[in-house]
């Protein structure tokens, strides 16, 4: 096996069996790190029965820790409880890099925290947009501007999301790099036939909650409707507003008009998407929206709200965009109805090839590793004044966290020193061009 060049540990509370953006973003990227030749570990939590260490396709090694979510699939706080098994595993998979993904993740936060105490060179990618106005959002993006305030270098997925995270962290610019998600174009094709004009199907893949539009939904669809009796919506996944949808649908008699398939499979999302016309996202806030990729992809028209780096992401003749507002969006959906005849889907899918591919993201990715890591350490003082910056309050009790996290650290080594914890072989999985066989190769470093 050839010499591995990073050994990068990739870190979130959402990762599969849990289906998101999020969840794609990390197992693309990870996939396509591996064919550069890089070491992919991912730690994430237990999903139901999923729990300890299972290998994905590709060798994508992934540790489900035992612990449990408590609210949005996020585990529970802890601060410190989490520090001796990420330790260990840091450890025994000869981490290089830590990566963590999404702000509002509450296993990235603490392992990064770890990170930087044992002196790893750390990563943070930001998939989300916050508001600074609510309780919750203040509340945010003070632990992003604790977590950050010693993080190595930081990703977004947009300009707008750069510009968003670096007035929320207080993050210096130059520290921030924008790359945009990426889309599996093999996996994500037009159907082999056009889809007829007599019915017009329009189809909703997301999340049923409320930053996800769900309630601007319910106002949309039955204007729209009415004012098209050919015009079917089809509605893909789950949430606590699946109720209020559910109650439209019953209302308007709209039950042969609107189908819910619930929660969809990431591996059916294309086979749903294909059926449609037209993509719909009514996001509230959006940094970057990897479903319009998907949806682009598979040659639909998109009609989305204007939020967040949504205008960055398809060219102006591939989205019809509308304010988060009912009426606009019923406006947009009719202008995209008129110019559907105009779209050829295999058109917009060969530019879809041509604009986003996933190795494109991991090779700029690779080129903030490779900066990360030559950045020089910097000693517990040198981070303490860091963490001083964050505030008159805030800042002495960053400080005296990371004082205990130091203190912690340095109480495990005495328990159990580093050199008594067993590094595992590294696993290679060669798969021959036509399928023949599977070879397996173990590489043991001899001690």
């Excluded at 050839?2 to 509370?13: F, G, N, P, Q, Y």
């Excluded at 109805?337 to 991991?362: E, T």
């Excluded at 080129?367 to 890591?373: E, G, H, K």
């Excluded at 072989?425 to 021959?432: E, F, G, N, S, T």
Aim: aromatic share 8%; proline share 5%; net charge neutral.
């Amino acid at each position: 096996m050839a010499d591995l060049k990073h050994r990068i540990l990739m870190v979130s509370d959402f990762f599969y069996p849990n289906f998101g953006g999020v969840e794609n973003h990390i197992y693309y990227l990870s996939q396509c790190l591996l064919k550069l030749g890089h070491k992919v570990v991912v730690l994430t939590h237990a999903y139901g029965n999923r729990s300890g260490v299972r290998y994905m396709t590709g060798g994508l090694k992934v540790y489900y820790v035992p612990w449990r979510p408590f609210l949005m699939q996020n585990t529970f706080p802890t601060i410190y409880g989490t520090f001796p098994i990420i330790r260990t595993i840091l450890l025994r998979e000869k981490i290089s890099l830590v990566h963590g993904h999404q702000a509002f993740s509450t296993l990235c936060h603490e392992t990064l925290m770890h990170a930087r105490t044992m002196g790893y060179k750390v990563v943070f990618t930001d998939h989300s947009l916050y508001g600074f106005a609510d309780v919750g959002s203040i509340h945010m993006n003070k632990v992003l501007q604790f977590t950050l305030a010693d993080v190595t270098r930081a990703i977004c997925v947009s300009h707008t999301s750069k510009e968003n995270t670096v007035l929320r962290s207080g993050l210096p610019p130059e520290k921030v790099f924008v790359i945009p998600n990426a889309v599996d174009t093999a996996m994500f094709k037009p159907a082999q036939q056009r889809l007829g004009r007599d019915e017009i199907v329009i189809v909703v893949i997301s999340r049923l909650v409320y930053r996800k539009g769900a309630d601007l939904l319910v106002e949309v669809i039955p204007e729209v409707c009415r004012l098209y009796p050919n015009v079917r919506f089809i509605v893909g996944g789950d949430g606590p507003k699946r109720v209020r949808l559910e109650e439209m649908r019953e209302k308007h008699s709209l039950q042969d008009r609107v189908e819910m398939l619930g929660a969809v499979p990431h591996a059916s999302v294309r086979s749903v998407l294909i059926s449609g016309h037209i993509f719909l996202n009514s996001s509230l806030t959006e940094a970057f929206c990897i479903a319009i990729l998907e949806a682009a992809s598979c040659g639909l028209l998109t009609v989305s709200t204007r939020v967040g780096g949504v205008p960055e992401v398809l060219p102006d003749d591939m989205i019809v965009l509308a304010e988060p507002d009912p009426s606009d969006m019923v406006h947009a959906i009719r202008k995209a109805i008129s110019i559907l005849p105009n779209i050829d889907p295999q058109v917009m899918h060969d530019r879809m090839k041509r604009l986003y591919n996933w190795n494109d993201v991991a090779e700029r990715t690779e080129i903030v590793y490779n900066r990360a890591l030559k950045c020089s350490d910097q000693s517990l003082l040198e981070r303490l004044s860091r963490y001083l910056s964050c505030g008159a309050w805030a800042g002495k009790l960053f400080c005296l966290v990371m004082i205990i996290d130091f203190l912690i650290w340095r109480l495990l080594e005495l328990l159990q020193p580093a050199k008594d914890i067993e590094e595992v072989p590294d696993v290679a999985l060669r798969c021959h061009q036509h399928g023949e066989r599977i070879e397996e190769i173990y590489r043991c470093k001899s001690e």
